[in-house]
């Protein structure tokens, strides 16, 4: 984009222009409506933006963007805004638009026989969930933002969440997907082909782009047959060595049935306990960390499952892999053990400052790389805590941070939170581990990108970026680091 500095009054024929494509409901400038989607989730980073588009269809969103062309005017994307990186958050120079998808938010079709649904980018993800619970279906992605986050968001992000380890991330579910590219043609590949050698996966490039690549507008996502039962298991145990043993266990034992697998601290239970009124432990005795297993059956097997989770803990404790379990006992105990589990982060950022990682390691590696990774950052930054959580089943944990008790907010972040995470970002690349397992980049690791990418991956992204996106339009400054001649010193 070019760099000269327009005054508001230069931007007026673009946001008249503007109106007139989107209407009045799809475009706003007041202060008040637009303020709660200027800040990220986290509350880390703050933007202005010269005004929130809110287009009710593909076809505005590609005018919007044509124009935007026309006024080298940058937009920043966002779905639910409660993406982990900024990701979605603009810029602070109040010169760039933010584009809301939220009102688009029709599910066009669920069909029970192909197994698919076509969606708008809007769409929240419970909301999906529910529609497909309707037909008998299920749609197997969720995560802890599933009531705000969004199919586009969670699309552009690739996202994941708990049931990664039987069903992938989102790239897995998504069969077919509408674009807007940045120079406002529409990329129309909604309708699924199991079979298609026509080049380049143009679906695959904008899955996880961030919106720098093009704004996704609706998707043909897979489903899957609801489940005829499941049991929520909660195990205490002593290391995470042993988990890792358990989750072998629980492959052998109950194979595909295993659909969650969660590792939770003491510590991070006990902030959750503390956190939200009324919450027990699932457990009455004490345990360094905790396991969440998630067991599903089809109909068929619905009758076996309780059974087999019967068996699969005490084939565990006679192993002596875990030290006290149990089985919720309906599904509201079994949503208590999954609220336990999803309230960790809200949790943590209630109890002070913190900054956090979002980690992989070769999923074998990574008890040890905890054990590892933990006691060297306490030990180089005396004070802090180090604690891991999540999916240790994909190889990637939340290595959250906390900052010494009485720590500012904000000031403690700006002066510790680099090189802390720097530390980490080298501890995770010794071992050929990511900085990024799932919440991707963002404004947030970018320069941790630029500084430990790949130079012949940085660089064919560039090249991408560059190729689609020429004028620089879409999202710019988030995922895709500048190259080193480009970057101030
Ligand atoms: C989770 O798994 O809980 C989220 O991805 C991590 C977070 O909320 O920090
Ligand atoms: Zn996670």
Redesign the pocket.
């Known amino acids: 984009m070019s760099q000269t500095v327009e005054t508001s009054r230069d931007l007026a024929p673009f946001l008249n222009k503007a109106e007139r494509i989107l209407g009045p409901r799809g475009l706003t400038r007041d202060p008040d409506l637009l303020d709660p989607w200027l800040t990220d989730w986290r509350g880390v980073y703050k933007g202005e933006a010269l005004a929130m588009a809110s287009p009710a269809s593909a076809e505005e969103v590609a005018a919007l963007v044509r124009l935007c062309v026309d006024h080298d005017v940058a937009i920043v994307p966002q779905g639910g805004n409660s993406g982990?990186c900024g990701g979605a958050t603009p810029d602070s120079s109040g010169r760039q638009l933010l584009l809301s998808l939220r009102r688009m938010d029709t599910i066009h079709t669920i069909d029970a026989e192909s197994l698919q649904v076509t969606c708008e980018a809007g769409v929240v993800l419970q909301n999906l969930h529910e529609a497909a619970e309707r037909e008998s279906l299920r749609f197997p992605l969720t995560?802890?933002?599933k009531g705000s986050a969004t199919i586009g968001g969670l699309i552009s992000t690739n996202a994941?969440?708990?049931q990664v380890l039987r069903h992938g991330t989102m790239r897995a579910q998504v069969l077919g997907l509408q674009a807007v590219l940045a120079d406002g043609s529409l990329f129309n590949g909604l309708t699924p082909l199991k079979k298609d050698n026509r080049g380049f996966d143009l679906k695959q490039l904008l899955i996880g782009s961030e919106g720098t690549l093009g704004i996704v507008t609706a998707a043909t996502l897979r489903l899957l047959p609801a489940i005829g039962a499941r049991r929520v298991l909660w195990a205490g145990l002593a290391s995470l060595q042993r988990a890792r043993a358990l989750l072998l266990h629980c492959e052998a034992t109950a194979a595909e049935a295993v659909e969650g697998f969660e590792i939770i601290p003491a510590y991070s239970l006990a902030a959750v306990l503390k956190h939200i009124p009324g919450s027990r432990a699932p457990l009455d005795t004490e345990h360094p960390w905790h396991v969440l297993i998630e067991l599903v059956a089809d109909p068929s097997g619905a009758d076996q499952l309780q059974d087999l989770a019967e068996r699969l803990l005490a084939s565990a404790l006679e192993n002596g892999l875990i030290d006290n379990a149990t089985i919720a006992a309906n599904d509201a105990q079994a949503e208590a053990f999954w609220l336990l589990?999803?309230s960790?982060?809200a949790a943590e950022r209630a109890r002070g400052p913190a900054v956090?990682h979002?980690i992989s390691v070769a999923v074998e590696k990574m008890p040890d790389f905890v054990d590892m990774v933990t006691a060297r950052v306490e030990e180089r930054f005396p004070g802090t805590r180090a604690i891991a959580?999540?999916?240790l089943g994909d190889g990637n944990v939340?290595l959250?941070v906390l900052a010494p008790p009485g720590s500012l907010w904000g000031e403690w972040q700006k002066t510790e939170g680099k090189p802390i995470s720097a530390f980490v970002y080298d501890c995770v690349t010794e071992w050929g581990g990511s900085i990024s397992a799932?919440?991707g980049i963002g404004q947030a690791k970018l320069s941790e990108l630029a500084r430990l990418g790949d130079p012949v991956r940085l660089g064919t992204m560039r090249t991408v970026k560059k190729a689609l996106d020429p004028l620089n339009i879409l999202n710019p400054g988030k995922l895709v680091p500048l190259a080193p001649e480009q970057s101030t010193p």
């Open positions: 982990m995560l802890g933002g994941g969440g708990t589990r999803e960790i982060s956090q979002d959580y999540g999916h939340h959250h799932e919440h």
